[in-house]
């Protein structure tokens, strides 16, 4: 890792991307407005320079809809998501893109190919990164878009990613709180069991580089005060940097009741492949579509070694 950044906000990233050439990006299945609205923006901001993939017909209309140059930009043809999904990876490698956008395409069609191909030392895993108005810092989610029921391994390999990646942006230290419905370790609550393992494997130096404790509520969490009350003596509660959700349903959610319901603005990237990918839905707003276009960027200039690492399992087990 060369260097970190500094600061508090998503908007800190941009500026630091900013010092960076455009990243060439592959976007797969390029065909819906909402989808080049984001990618005119992010390369308008001089992050990105994309390759469009899809209908070019299609994509060519939408761009004039949009006051673009329909010259302005390659475009692929490919006639189906499957089409498009295997294109956008023979350009990663093959060196032409640094990173995916995900498109008007399932986010299941995009892995398919990505877990075949792409695969790195490390489990592939998704972080967003929330900006709230009534928190202190950013807060790391993961994950919520692409392992579905992690077991202790994985859940391992998942908050490894994401404290890596948080030492990429910044956190020196990230307090990463293990999440279940309660603060106390019940056998009939199975998240609470690989909460305290993941604990002690922190403590025994199976995780590195962050402070884990858990199991620990949502409130808990985030909240000094809440912890206060219920008498819980932690190093994270009330100041967690990384939240690990105890399976996909969970973080989705919590991300998005955060979202619409507490008014944050959240990037999301995954990471663990050999180029960033960025998984943006329809709805994002443009802050969170610029902020992920310039944590893949980061990843790819500061981050250099991110797919070895040490530590990381040889290979990824189905997702």
């Keep these: 890792m060369n260097a970190k950044i500094s600061g508090a906000g998503l908007s800190v990233f941009l500026q630091q991307a900013e010092e960076y050439p455009p990243l060439p990006v592959a976007v797969v299945d390029a065909q819906e407005d909402h989808v080049l609205q984001g990618v005119l923006a992010a390369s308008k901001a001089g992050l990105i320079e994309p390759t469009l993939i899809g209908q070019p017909e299609v994509i060519q209309r939408l761009c004039r809809e949009q006051d673009c140059d329909a010259d302005r930009f390659p475009i ?10 295997r294109t956008g990876v023979e350009l990663i490698r093959d060196g032409k893109a640094h990173a995916l956008i995900k498109g008007w395409i399932h986010t299941d069609a995009l892995m398919r190919p990505v877990l075949a191909q792409l695969r790195t030392a490390r489990r592939i895993s998704h972080i967003f990164i929330a900006e709230l108005p009534r928190y202190s810092k950013l807060l790391y989610i993961t994950d919520a878009a692409i392992n579905i029921a992690p077991d202790l391994s994985i859940k391992a390999q998942i908050v490894q990613n994401a404290v890596d990646l948080a030492h990429m ?3 020196e230290r990230p307090a990463v709180a293990v999440l279940s419905s309660v603060e106390l370790v019940k056998p009939a609550i199975p998240s609470t069991l690989d909460a305290a393992c993941l604990s002690k494997m922190a403590q025994r130096g199976q995780i590195t580089g962050a402070i884990l404790d858990g199991p620990l509520a949502f409130d808990n969490a985030i909240s000094y005060d809440a912890a206060k009350t219920k008498h819980i003596h932690s190093d994270v509660a009330g100041k967690a940097d990384i939240l690990l959700a105890p399976d996909l349903d969970a973080g989705n959610i919590l ?3 955060l979202e619409y319901l507490a008014g944050a603005t959240i990037a999301g990237i995954v990471v663990g492949a050999q180029a960033p990918i960025m998984l943006p839905s329809r709805s994002d707003p443009p802050a969170a579509r610029l902020a ?8 790819h200039h500061l981050w250099p070694d991110y797919r070895y690492p040490d530590s990381a399992e040889k290979t990824n087990t189905t997702h």
């Design 76 to 85: 692929i043809k490919a006639d189906s998501e499957t089409a498009a999904a």
């Design 169 to 171: 942006l910044g956190v």
């Design 255 to 257: 991300a998005k009741d």
């Design 292 to 299: 992920s276009a310039a944590i893949a960027v980061l990843m």
